[in-house]
C-alpha cells in the first residue's frame, strides 16, 4: 500500500493511545504517517503524543480540536487532513485497541482486488471478536451473520463498516465524502461502509490484525453479543436513525412502514442491552429523548449528504 495513512481519533484515553502507538512502533511495515486527531482531551493525551513524537520513533501529526465532536467529527476531520496531504489509503481507527504484529501485510494481501475492506479483531481476552454484520435497508437496521462466514472463503461480502480498523482507498473516501459529523456517535462508521457499498464492494478479510484492548461487560447471545453502554450513546443511537433515514431517503431506499419496524427492532435491542447487561432500565429515559430528537432529523427537508471531497494537490501536514 502506498502512502497509508493511520487516522486515529480519541478523547480522555491517554493510557489507551499510549498503547495504540507503542503497537505501530512494533509493525515491521508501518503507515507512512498517523494522523491522530484529539476531541479536546482534559486528560495527559497530549503529553502521550509529545513524548512519542519526540522519540522519533512514528510519523505522526498531532491535531488537538477546540472542542469535543464527538467520534463522527474527529474522524471527519482526519480523512479530510489525510486527503489533503495525499494519502492513497486510509486506515480508520479508534483509540482502544492495538494493532498486531504483521497487520499491514496481512491487509496488503487483499487489496489488489477490493477498495474497503475490515480484518478480523480479537477482544480484550485475546479471543474473536464478533463482528459479522450486514445493513437491511428495508428495516435501516444491520443484523448479524451467524455461522462460519470464512468456512469457505478468506473474503466476506458486507455492507457496512466499522472505525476499528477499516481500510480504504482515497480515491473511494473522495468519493462517497467526509465521514458525516453530524452523526456525534455511532451509527457513523455502519453508515460510511454502507456508502462504500453503493459504490465497490466492501469484505471483512480473515485476518486478525486488531486487538480490541478495552474490557467491556458483554452478554453471549449466540448469534450476537451486547456490550455495555451509556446514557449518551443510548441516546445517539436512537437520535441517529433520523440521518440513517435521510441517508437511505438520498439513495431511494427508504421504506417508512419497515423504517419504522426497524426503530422499534433497535429500542427493543437497546431495552435488552439494559436489563441483561447493565441490570437496569434507568437508561430508557435517553432512548425516549434520542428518538424525539430523531423525528427532527427526519422531518428536516434541508438535509443533504456529505458531498464528494474534490480532488486537489495535497501537501504534508505540518
Same mark, same amino acid.
Given at each position: 500500500?502506498?502512502?497509508?495513512?493511520?487516522?486515529?481519533?480519541?478523547?480522555?484515553?491517554?493510557?489507551?493511545?499510549?498503547?495504540?502507538?507503542?503497537?505501530?512502533?512494533?509493525?515491521?511495515?508501518?503507515?507512512?504517517?498517523?494522523?491522530?486527531?484529539?476531541?479536546?482531551?482534559?486528560?495527559?493525551?497530549?503529553?502521550?503524543?509529545?513524548?512519542?513524537?519526540?522519540?522519533?520513533?512514528?510519523?505522526?501529526?498531532? /491535531?488537538? #480540536?477546540?472542542?469535543?465532536?464527538?467520534?463522527?467529527?474527529?474522524? &471527519? +476531520?482526519?480523512? /479530510?487532513?489525510?486527503?489533503?496531504?495525499?494519502?492513497?489509503?486510509?486506515? #480508520?481507527?479508534?483509540?482502544?485497541? *492495538?494493532?498486531?504484529?504483521?497487520?499491514? *501485510?496481512?491487509?496488503?494481501?487483499?487489496?489488489?482486488?477490493?477498495?474497503? !475492506?475490515?480484518?478480523?479483531?480479537?477482544?480484550?481476552?485475546?479471543?474473536?471478536?464478533?463482528?459479522?454484520?450486514?445493513?437491511?435497508?428495508?428495516?435501516?437496521? $444491520?443484523?448479524? @451473520?451467524?455461522?462460519?462466514?470464512?468456512?469457505?472463503?478468506?473474503?466476506?461480502?458486507?455492507?457496512?463498516?466499522?472505525? /476499528?480498523?477499516?481500510?480504504?482507498?482515497?480515491? #473511494?473516501?473522495?468519493?462517497?465524502? !467526509?465521514?458525516?459529523?453530524?452523526? $456525534?456517535?455511532?451509527?457513523?462508521?455502519?453508515?460510511?461502509?454502507? !456508502?462504500?457499498?453503493?459504490?465497490?464492494?466492501?469484505?471483512?478479510?480473515?485476518? $486478525?490484525?486488531?486487538?480490541?484492548?478495552?474490557?467491556?461487560?458483554?452478554?453471549?447471545?449466540?448469534? =450476537?453479543?451486547?456490550?455495555? &453502554?451509556?446514557?449518551?450513546? %443510548?441516546?445517539? @443511537?436512537?437520535?441517529?436513525?433520523?440521518?440513517?433515514?435521510?441517508?437511505?431517503?438520498?439513495?431511494?431506499?427508504?421504506? %417508512?412502514?419497515?423504517?419504522?419496524?426497524?426503530?422499534?427492532?433497535?429500542?427493543?435491542? /437497546?431495552?435488552?442491552?439494559?436489563?441483561? @447487561? *447493565? %441490570?437496569?432500565?434507568?437508561?430508557?429515559?435517553?432512548?425516549?429523548?434520542?428518538? =424525539?430528537?430523531? +423525528?427532527?432529523? #427526519?422531518?428536516?427537508?434541508?438535509?443533504?449528504?456529505?458531498?464528494?471531497?474534490?480532488?486537489?494537490?495535497?501537501? *504534508?501536514?505540518?
Amino acid at each position: 500500500m502506498e502512502n497509508l495513512y493511520a487516522v486515529v481519533v480519541t478523547y480522555n484515553r491517554a493510557d489507551f493511545l499510549q498503547n495504540l502507538l507503542g503497537s505501530f512502533s512494533r509493525l515491521g511495515t508501518r503507515p507512512y504517517r498517523i494522523l491522530v486527531v484529539d476531541n479536546a482531551s482534559t486528560d495527559h493525551t497530549g503529553d502521550v503524543v509529545s513524548r512519542a513524537i519526540a522519540a522519533g520513533d512514528l510519523p505522526i501529526h498531532y /491535531e488537538r #480540536l477546540a472542542t469535543n465532536v464527538g467520534g463522527s467529527g474527529g474522524f &471527519s +476531520r482526519g480523512v /479530510e487532513l489525510a486527503l489533503a496531504a495525499g494519502a492513497e489509503w486510509l486506515w #480508520l481507527m479508534d483509540d482502544d485497541v *492495538e494493532v498486531l504484529p504483521g497487520a499491514v *501485510e496481512a491487509l496488503d494481501r487483499f487489496t489488489p482486488d477490493y477498495s474497503c !475492506l475490515i480484518g478480523r479483531r480479537y477482544d480484550a481476552a485475546g479471543k474473536p471478536f464478533f463482528w459479522q454484520h450486514h445493513f437491511v435497508e428495508a428495516l435501516g437496521v $444491520f443484523l448479524p @451473520v451467524s455461522g462460519d462466514v470464512f468456512r469457505k472463503s478468506d473474503v466476506f461480502r458486507t455492507n457496512v463498516g466499522n472505525f /476499528e480498523g477499516m481500510l480504504m482507498t482515497a480515491a #473511494l473516501a473522495r468519493s462517497i465524502g !467526509l465521514p458525516d459529523p453530524r452523526f $456525534f456517535i455511532t451509527w457513523d462508521d455502519l453508515i460510511y461502509g454502507w !456508502l462504500a457499498a453503493q459504490q465497490v464492494p466492501v469484505v471483512y478479510v480473515n485476518a $486478525f490484525v486488531i486487538k480490541k484492548v478495552r474490557a467491556q461487560r458483554q452478554v453471549d447471545l449466540g448469534v =450476537r453479543h451486547l456490550n455495555d &453502554s451509556s446514557d449518551l450513546s %443510548r441516546r445517539y @443511537v436512537m437520535r441517529n436513525r433520523g440521518h440513517v433515514a435521510q441517508y437511505l431517503r438520498a439513495h431511494g431506499k427508504y421504506n %417508512r412502514l419497515g423504517f419504522g419496524a426497524g426503530t422499534v427492532l433497535t429500542y427493543l435491542k /437497546e431495552m435488552v442491552r439494559l436489563v441483561l @447487561v *447493565e %441490570r437496569s432500565v434507568k437508561g430508557a429515559g435517553s432512548l425516549w429523548q434520542g428518538w =424525539r430528537e430523531s +423525528r427532527a432529523i #427526519l422531518a428536516d427537508k434541508s438535509w443533504q449528504p456529505m458531498p464528494p471531497v474534490p480532488a486537489a494537490a495535497g501537501r *504534508e501536514p505540518a
